[in-house]
């Protein structure tokens, strides 16, 4: 009956220290990060990367527009971790204090491109392509909350093509959107983010010709930690992950430039 019990015991105990760990590792904070749309594809090897040397760590990731974003977290959004397609919108929460002025980080710069997976359009001849007669559909990401739109619609400006073409525009949410009109044929060719070309799923479809960067200001993205991230450690270890060699190299493998490649 001892031995019984003994045993019972130990059973016992075992399954209580199970469930402890369990439950420690459910209720240890998960990293909430708000990521550009442009990052749809190049966030999920920076998560992997960033588990693999913090393998206690949880990232849960959402995608979208900037400037939604920014409006969400301004109204009180629990996102730890906000990574911007450009610096205005990270700028704009830390003016609104609702986010850490010091944990502001250039970590890439972003090249936009023009595509199309219509064998009719030439997009060798750049912005010319815009103006041939088989072209009747141009995706471009919102120009209000999404920073790829904003570039496109200055690149347009710059050339005199904005007002002519309006009425063959079609605006995507954001970049990712404005992406999946020109692949499933909704648009004929679009201004897309040049890291979604450069994604195993979608490298080498199409064609694609890389808008200079002086056509518009430049697409410096930047990152920051948001005051409902303060409370979680995990946030500035992401942010330092940002920086660091492994994570820089993932994003030039993605066609982003360095945050040093501009001088300001």
């Not at 708000?34 to 959402?62: G, M, R």
């Not at 979208?64 to 996102?79: C, D, E, H, R, V």
């Not at 493998?253 to 360095?258: C, E, H, T, V």
Request: proline share 5%; aromatic share 10%.
């Amino acid at each position: 009956m001892r031995h019984l019990t003994l045993r019972f015991l130990a059973a016992f105990l075992a399954s209580f220290f199970a469930a402890s760990a369990a439950s420690a590792q459910s209720t240890s904070p998960a990293l909430k990060i708000a990521a550009a749309a442009n990052l749809a594809d190049v966030i999920e090897v920076l998560d992997a990367s960033f588990v693999q040397h913090n393998p206690d760590a949880a990232v849960k990731v959402t995608t979208g527009s900037s400037g939604n974003f920014y409006a969400q977290i301004k109204n009180g959004a629990p996102f730890d971790v906000f990574i911007s397609a450009d610096l205005d919108f990270p700028h704009k929460l830390i003016a609104d204090g609702n986010a850490q002025a010091d944990s502001l980080l250039l970590y890439a710069v972003g090249r936009l491109a023009l595509w199309s997976t219509n064998p009719a359009v030439d997009v060798s001849r750049g912005l010319l392509c815009l103006t041939q007669p088989q072209v009747h559909k141009i995706a471009i990401a919102n120009t209000e909350t999404a920073p790829y739109g904003r570039a496109a619609k200055a690149t347009l400006e710059s050339t005199n093509l904005w007002k002519p073409l309006q009425s063959e525009l079609v605006t995507g949410e954001n970049i990712s959107q404005a992406a999946q009109f020109v692949q499933t044929g909704n648009a004929d060719v679009g201004f897309v983010a040049y890291s979604t070309l450069k994604s195993p799923k979608l490298a080498g479809v199409g064609e694609f010709w890389l808008v200079p960067l002086s056509a518009h200001p430049p697409l410096e993205q930047g990152a920051v930690i948001t005051r409902h991230g303060e409370k979680n450690p995990l946030s500035a270890k992401y942010l330092a992950f940002l920086k660091s060699s492994g994570a820089q190299a993932i994003f030039s493998q993605y066609g982003y430039s360095m945050a040093s490649a501009i001088q300001h």
